[in-house]
């Protein structure tokens, strides 16, 4: 009995202390633009850039509004999709404008320009980097961020990446992108999930010379402290208006690829890239009605019409990129040739994955086929890691 009471207390212990000690972790975590030691004194008495949105908070608020404060010459704002505010729809071009709160001019990088010309950074030292991302290769803030890399390296000025923790940082998974599938939503022949934040994935870009001609980037990454990828770091704050909480940045790999289909994944409902349908019974029992809602939505895919199909918001995280979902509602599709749409390579990243669905692979064959492409990515990868990995 004795001992039973000892094994017990101490199996309770181990256990307290592993839970205190995850909690002390994570309250020690300080993001890239919170340690303000490592990269203020770089901005003092330069002319400087930000390419920020409204993820780019700091324990005393935005950084823009706490740089001005630190009489940093803070000359010009960049915004990348969803715009500074991240109120714009996915997709939506965004004009230049001025922030009403600070007057200064807003320059749209998903608009006209998705490459700042010469003439922005003309005067500029220094353009400073900091949006939460969601470590999925479609997600378009890196894709941004390549193209300021390129800019600042074409026009001599200098970046620095105030990097954030990957709330998808803990695997790698999905398909590598081919080089004849490059596009605003693949520019890196990088996996769907490469477990990397954008300050790694910046030290990448520069060391595997993917920028234009080769050209290479004055790079500073001030780094997360006590992150490592094997972290389940929950989002601050929404990263874009369709990513409205963890459970929908967990699903949104796998159920992106349905944005490359018939299938609505509940843009125009208040829980998007959580449930999954179509105005067909056959799809399953949970029902929504996607509608125009201001500052998430507008006039999304099956607008007012009733979609029957799956609801995802509950259950344990996924461990991997999930393709069971796409793969049913294909066997489930009706008229074959019109599942798919012409988004649909592109979001992959290859015209395989749309065959192997077509031909009736598993989803344990598809994987199959990744591995050899994933293993080489991750001996890449290993170079420009700034954090412990989840991986021996």
Known sequence: MNQLI??????????????????NEAQELEIGADRQTMYVSQLEGKHVALLVNHTSLVKEGHLVDVLLKKDINVKKIFSPEHGFRGKADAGEKLTDSKDPETG?????????????TPGMLEGLDVVVFDIQDVG??????????????????????????????NPNGYYVDGPVREPE??????????????????????????????????????????????????????IRVKPSPNLPNDRAVNLYPSLCFFEGTRISVGRGTHFPFQVAGYP????????????????M???????????YGIDLRKGPPLQKLELKYLIEFYNKWKEKEDFFNKFFNKLAGNETLQQQI?????????????????????????????????EK
């Open 280 to 295: 067909d019974f056959a799809f399953g029992a949970f029902s929504f009605t996607p509608e125009s809602i201001d500052g």
């Open 104 to 116: 200064l001019p807003v320059i749209s990088l998903y608009g006209k320009n998705r490459k700042p």
């Open 297 to 307: 939505a507008k006039h999304p895919k099956l607008e007012e019409q009733k979609c």
């Open 181 to 234: 599938f490059r596009s605003f939503v693949g520019m890196h022949p990088i996996p769907v999930v490469h477990g990397m934040t954008v300050g790694e994935i910046a030290r990448m870009i520069n060391g595997e010379k993917w920028l234009e001609g080769g050209v290479k980037c004055d790079l500073t990454v001030v780094p997360v402290k006590n992150y490592t990828h094997g972290m389940r770091v929950p």
């Open 136 to 165: 999925v290769r479609f997600y378009t803030y890196i894709s941004t961020m390549h193209y300021m890399m390129e800019a600042c390296a074409e026009n001599g000025v200098k970046m620095i990446v105030l990097d954030r923790p």
């Open 358 to 390: 077509r031909e009736g692979l598993t989803e344990e064959q598809i994987r199959d086929s990744w591995e050899d492409d994933l293993k080489v990515f991750k001996q890449m990868r290993k170079k420009y890691l700034l954090y412990t990995d989840f």
């Open 6 to 23: 000892n094994i017990l207390t101490f199996l309770t212990f181990f256990l307290f202390s592993a839970c205190h000690h995850h909690t």
